[in-house]
């Protein structure tokens, strides 16, 4: 198709409130096709005659838009209207790919996100920028509380008022009031409107689109955390039950967590290895499967506290609580119930190829039987067995832990 497009352009010019300067405006006058919203449309039928339909076209449904610039691109240049900066969460990306580099111009307008800064008085240099805007999966939550400062891209589905309310049910209620919300309604249009408060007021309330959002979050008394590294004193758990620093670093390690993903905590204990994970890696889902009532409070105390909101606790026995979650890249089993060679069975289908499980034995039957489950599922295995004696000083007090064996399964093609 690119060898039929002679030397014509694509013009992506970006417009800020629903309007264009006069440079941008003479230069969609001279292209055989305009694209743009449905609202653009109607504001450039006061530069372009109308007597053509042929000459505009609706940037929605994507899809059709980018069909119909491939047919008329040999024809003339084309015009693309977009909202701010086409290469910030824009169209821009898509077209490039599609027709090439060389083919595309692009013209940027100031961004909704600077404009919402700006009438703010809030420097957005240190700021996260996530957009939810027209995207289906899962929202990423985790990246939207793990920053300060973050500008989101909303859309009529998931709204200022639904994110609002949504972050309401997933926070501790003693710390909603950390949490603030600016909404910019219709930013650089003559109908602009700026709403600031708390989580309850803006889910309160409804907006006009497009809007977009700036959440902050100011917490007086919030800890230096390391990503890794945290303490078994730090970790909230009871009589002992925790996997150990030192296992669970070298558990992580050998685990070699992607960045996103599925991740499964099975027998979680306190959540320490789930509470790291997570920690880790913010756009990972960690799922963390536990039985015991008790230590299900201690996760969810951790989780609140170290703010691992990619953490989500899954109360049952496995292999049945697994039944419901999708399937994992990688696995950590620090306890079974009992239920190994199930557990392992439904892990050795469900694990996606490449993906990795470890298996924490302690006891004897354990370290001997661990192996030869993964093995007989197609695993290639591997075992380190870690031994830990620490000692202060100078006081030379030595505490020896007992012995674990970490048991890898690497599942390949």
Known sequence: MKEAMGDFKIHIVGSAGGQLD??????????????????????????LPYDDPSRFAAITPLASAIDTIGRTISRGNIAVIASGDPFFFGIGEILVRQFGKERVITSPAVSSMQLLCSRLGQPWHDAGFISLHGRKGRVPFSAILSSPKVCILTDRERSPSWLATELLHMLPPDQHCFY?????????????????????EIAAQQYAEPNIVLLRHEDPAGEDLPTLGLGEKEIGHCRGLITKSEIRAAALHSLRLPETGIFWDIGAGSGSVSIEAARMAKDLDVYAIERNRQQIA???????????????????????????????????????????PEIVEVVSTRLRQRGRVIIAAVLKSTIEKAPVLLHDHGFRVEMTTIAVERETFPSRQSTRLNPITLVLGQKHP
């Open 298 to 340: 201690h996760i969810i105390g951790n989780r609140d506290r170290f703010h691992a909101w990619n953490v989500e606790i899954i109360e049952g026995e496995a292999p049945e609580a697994l039944n419901s979650l999708p399937d994992p890249d990688r696995v950590f089993i620090g306890g079974s119930g009992g239920n190994l």
């Open 22 to 47: 006069q440079r941008a405006a003479g230069l969609v006058q001279t292209c055989v096709l305009v694209v743009a919203s449905k609202p653009m449309l109607e504001v450039l039928q006061g530069l």
């Open 180 to 200: 603030s919300m600016s909404v910019g309604e219709k930013l650089g249009h003559h109908a602009e409107r700026i709403v600031t408060g708390t989580l309850q």
